[in-house]
């Protein structure tokens, strides 16, 4: 197992356009995390999944977004008409209920919107 | 969610001690400490966690004070390699759902050769 992977790695959208980013957690996690990060701060919680079941959002998370784990593996987030202030990183992150309390990150997916 | 402070910035030499410090004085009973860090265009790597008594692993040694409204991230011998930004984080195991991680601004760590 290679750990948590974001693709791609980068993508450049025009303002208005859709989005899709997927994440393929480690293979027995059954948790899995998304996360925003722009420049200078640390990451933001965007949402949360148990196998398939989404339990947490957070605020920040706008209609325009929308994340989707069918099967209780990988998982997709979604941007629909994009906007320059969506230009960040976004984070995968993954971790097993049982296993312990570590979370495992993966590289992320750089949003540039112009 | 329970607040942390660290410093902005500290700076280190190489092959020295670094101790990185956090304030976290309204931590509950069921907080956890646990630190991550996030190496240049890396996503956030696992450091530590602890409770009450002092942690270590091959990467660091956790230091938390006994009434925990403190902890002190040690780094024994800083390589160039430690150069990220290093998180404290609170997380109530207990009462929050899904444990999720709420990452502050973080600690940016030089280390000069």
């Known amino acids: 197992d290679t750990g948590v992977s974001q693709n791609p790695r980068h993508k450049i959208t025009k303002r208005g356009q859709n989005v899709t980013f997927r994440c393929d957690p480690i293979?027995?996690?059954?948790?899995l995390y998304w996360y925003r990060q722009t420049l200078g701060q640390g990451p933001e919680f965007l949402t949360y999944?148990?196998?398939?079941?989404?339990?947490?959002k957070s605020r920040l998370l706008s209609d325009r977004f929308s994340a989707e784990r069918p099967k209780g593996s990988f998982s997709t987030l979604e941007i629909q008409r994009t906007e320059q202030g969506d230009s960040a990183m976004y984070l995968c992150?993954?971790?097993?209920?049982?296993?312990?309390?570590?979370?495992?990150f993966g590289q992320g997916t750089r949003l540039t919107v112009v | 969610d329970a607040k942390t402070t660290q410093p902005n910035s500290m700076e280190s030499n190489e092959e020295e001690p670094v101790h990185l410090p956090c304030n976290h004085s309204?931590?509950?009973?069921?907080?956890?400490i646990h630190w991550y860090r996030q190496l240049p265009s890396q996503g956030p790597e696992y450091v530590i966690h602890?409770?009450?008594s002092n942690v270590n692993n091959r990467m660091a040694s956790l230091a938390i004070a006994e009434d925990r409204k403190s902890s002190t991230l040690i780094l024994h011998r800083a390589t160039l390699r430690d150069a990220a930004v290093y998180y404290c984080?609170?997380?109530?195991?207990?009462?929050?759902?899904?444990?999720?991680?709420?990452f502050g601004a973080g600690t940016i760590l030089r280390v000069k050769s």
């Open positions: 984080i609170l997380r109530d195991v207990v009462r929050e759902y899904g444990n999720k991680l709420v």
């Open positions: 293979s027995e996690h059954n948790r």
């Open positions: 602890g409770l009450t």
């Open positions: 999944f148990q196998n398939e079941a989404q339990l947490e």
């Open positions: 992150a993954s971790s097993s209920q049982m296993l312990g309390t570590e979370a495992f």
């Open positions: 309204t931590i509950s009973g069921t907080d956890y």
